[in-house]
């Protein structure tokens, strides 16, 4: 059984940074491609930023320049730098990955973090 747990939510005021972590546990399973999505109250859930395994990144327009994503693939981690944060950026985070599971792919979703930004 794989496992995606998210940390480093909370809350921070408007211009501040939070850096939020994802990590996989288990074993005998391939990360391929990561991502961060966020879903505010009474919005669907969108794409915040995407990384492959060969660490080519996409950003929603919103956060380019201000959000900044990483992994580590040999600890099997992700992150999210948030800087310049924004009210609008308050939402619950999700982590998003897919991995290769004995020979099948699944889509594996995180429990959320929440981020506050507020003054």
């Known amino acids: 059984q794989v496992q995606l747990v998210e940390s480093g939510g909370g809350l921070v005021q408007p211009g501040g940074s939070l850096r939020l972590s994802c990590a996989a546990s288990g074993s005998g399973f391939s990360i391929y491609g990561m991502g961060w999505y966020r879903q505010a109250p009474g919005k669907q859930r969108e794409l915040v930023a995407a990384i492959t395994s060969g660490d080519t990144t996409n950003y929603a327009e919103s956060v380019k320049g201000r959000f900044t994503i990483a992994r580590d693939n040999a600890k099997n981690r992700m992150y999210l730098q948030m800087n310049s944060l924004k009210p609008e950026d308050t939402a619950v985070y999700y982590c998003?990955?897919?991995?290769?599971?004995?020979?099948?792919?699944?889509?594996?979703w995180g429990q959320g973090t929440q981020v506050i930004v507020s003054s």
């Open positions: 998003n990955a897919d991995i290769l599971f004995e020979l099948t792919f699944y889509h594996y």
